[in-house]
């Protein structure tokens, strides 16, 4: 596996629950390889949510175009939160492509 993180930003949300986060003894690197491998790392990856089972939440999905789905992860049941984490996402696709014709919806899941 391939980690590319700002330490910086990681260990702002580790701290946010350092019990769930930091095992005794793991170093930075093991915590997030832990936490990736169950599946548990969306809060790291800036989703909003830790995993794509958490509830109450709102689905994201991110379009180029009319209809062409790029992206689909689960955030934060906040609507106001959740449009700002698609919105980052989205720019990740302008920033690392150009795209100009992103769009986004959210969808409140229960």
């Known amino acids: 596996m ?3 993180f700002r330490p910086e930003k990681v260990a702002a949300i580790m701290e ?3 019990d769930f986060y ?3 003894g793991e170093s930075l690197l093991d915590s997030i390889s832990r936490v990736s491998a ?3 790392n969306g809060e790291l990856l800036g989703y909003g949510a830790r995993s ?3 509830r109450p939440a709102h689905a ?3 379009f180029r175009g009319k209809d062409l789905l790029l992206y689909y992860f689960v955030s934060d049941p906040d609507s106001h939160h959740a449009a ?3 919105r980052l996402r989205a720019e990740d696709f302008e920033l690392a492509f150009g795209w100009q014709d992103l769009k986004f ?3 409140m899941m229960d």
């Open 16 to 18: 946010s629950d350092p």
């Open 60 to 62: 994201v999905r991110i």
């Open 22 to 24: 930091r095992r005794e």
């Open 105 to 107: 919806t959210l969808e």
């Open 2 to 4: 391939l980690f590319v």
């Open 84 to 86: 700002s984490f698609a």
């Open 38 to 40: 169950e599946a548990m």
């Open 52 to 54: 794509l089972l958490v």
